[in-house]
Structures are given as C-alpha cells and as structure tokens.
C-alpha cells in the first residue's frame, strides 16, 4: 500500500486543520487505517484508528478534539483537528495495516504556535 498524506501546516492555538492521506495499491477491506504523530527525540505516538466497520479509537490526549473518518471510494482516511494546542505541534503519518503488515506514508507537519 502506498500512502500519501497532505494537509499540515501552520495554525494558531485554537484552530482547525484536517489531514488527508490518500491509500493506493492493494487494499483489503479489512485495512485498520490511522495516524500517527512523532516529535524529535520521542517515539512515534498512536493518535487514532479506524476499522473496517467504522469502529474507532483515539488517544486520550485527543479525544473530543480530533475526529478520524474515511472515505471507502476514494481509499483516503482524513483526521480533523480541532482546538488544537502547541502540544500538537509534531509530524504527522498516515499508517495501513492489513495482514500483519504496516504500510507508513510520508508525515506532514503541523505546528501550532501564535
């Protein structure tokens, strides 16, 4: 699976971005898509996932602030963010896993500073 992810940048504390990451190549239907975040010097942190029935999960430190969804048609899984914080602020990648195997596709940066 090639993924690749686009919609980072810069905003202010407060604001709203939505990620999008767009899947090609073999996909099962029982893909688990998420997103991921990673600043320098920390381990790449779980945001959240959606599974094939819809099903999602999400990182206590986003819920109730960021929303996964997907779009099935268009192979693209998107992360709405809002009230973000400077504690947002990291690259941000798009994961697949099917089968045992995870597929990453190329972070974004969001970094969220006044």
């Known amino acids: 699976v090639q993924l690749q992810a686009s919609g980072g940048g810069l905003v202010q504390p407060g604001g709203s971005l939505t990620l999008s990451c767009a899947a090609s190549?073999?996909?099962?239907?029982?893909?688990?898509m998420g997103w991921y975040r990673q600043v320098p010097g920390k381990e790449r942190e779980k945001v959240a996932q959606?599974?094939?029935?819809?099903?999602?999960k999400y990182a206590d430190s986003v819920k109730g602030r960021f929303t996964i969804s997907r779009d099935n048609d268009k192979n693209t899984v998107y992360l709405q963010m809002n009230s973000l914080q400077p504690e947002d602020t990291a690259v941000y990648y798009c994961?697949?896993?099917?089968?045992?195997?995870?597929?990453w596709g190329t972070g974004t940066l969001v970094t969220v500073s006044s």
């Open positions: 959606i599974f094939n029935r819809g099903y999602v």
């Open positions: 994961n697949a896993f099917q089968r045992g195997s995870d597929s």
């Open positions: 190549g073999v996909i099962y239907a029982s893909v688990v």
